[in-house]
């Protein structure tokens, strides 16, 4: 399963320190030097965010009570070069599952994070409809297609294309087997609607890698 991860730290330094430690994971991170930057994108949640306490406009208490109010059961981990005690119980009574206090070492925080993520979503992980395709991912249950946290608006017919090439990367389609998928069997109009799927889809979503077969079709490569 691969997991979404936002990382919220003003320590420039560190911020890209410990982004790196977790996408080595094969995790997806974005990262953000202040709460107004994490703000724009608390809805829709990731999987897990791992805030600073201590940050340069609002806290990450004031971005816990935001994150919780619109995702109650998302696990947030808390890191803090405070290493008091009232700042951890503060931080589990608004609901962090973690605390961890500076200066710690990255590796340590990758250890927190994967055992975090195995206990929250380890009984969920075979039956994930979330279907990685960076910078993209496509939650198959709601047929939504996100990018940096943001959904993407896709027609029915250009969600399924993109389904269909994104699961058989590197399969080449005849313009006449993703008519036959998409529209059925039953519709009778021109294959060249497909183009202009494919058009439609390339311009919303500019970073897919969807190759033309001259005369014949399309398929999406491997990265």
């Known amino acids: 399963m691969s997991f979404t991860i936002y990382l919220v730290e003003d320590e420039e330094n560190l911020n890209h320190v410990l982004a790196s430690y977790l996408k080595k994971e094969g995790w997806t991170v974005k990262f953000f030097s202040t709460g107004e930057d994490a703000q724009k994108f608390i809805s829709p949640p990731p999987h897990l965010w791992i805030l600073d306490i201590m940050l340069p406009d609002i806290d990450g208490y004031q971005l ?3 994150i919780k109010a619109a995702s109650p059961n ?6 803090s070069a405070r290493d008091a005690d009232i700042d951890r119980i503060l931080g589990l009574e608004m609901g962090s599952d973690d605390y961890l206090a500076k200066p710690f070492l990255p590796r340590e925080l990758v ?4 055992k975090l993520l195995g206990r929250i979503y380890g009984s969920q992980a075979q039956q994930s409809n979330l279907l990685p395709l ?11 297609v996100y ?10 017919k250009e ?14 389609f005849s313009r006449e087997q993703l008519l036959n998928h998409i ?6 109009g021109t294959d060249r609607v ?3 799927l494919v058009r439609r889809l390339r311009k919303k979503l500019p970073d897919l890698r969807v190759e033309t077969i001259y005369g014949y079709g399309y398929r999406m490569t491997k990265l």
Do not use: C
């Open 134 to 144: 960076a910078p993209y991912t496509i939650d198959l249950n709601v047929r939504l």
């Open 111 to 114: 250890i927190r994070v994967q």
């Open 64 to 66: 816990i009570r935001e």
């Open 147 to 156: 990018k940096n946290g943001k959904s993407l608006d896709l027609t029915s």
């Open 74 to 79: 998302v696990p947030v981990i808390f890191i």
């Open 159 to 172: 969600f399924d294309l993109l389904v269909t090439l994104a699961q058989n990367q590197g399969q080449a």
């Open 194 to 196: 497909v183009d202009d």
């Open 183 to 188: 529209w059925g069997e039953d519709y009778y």
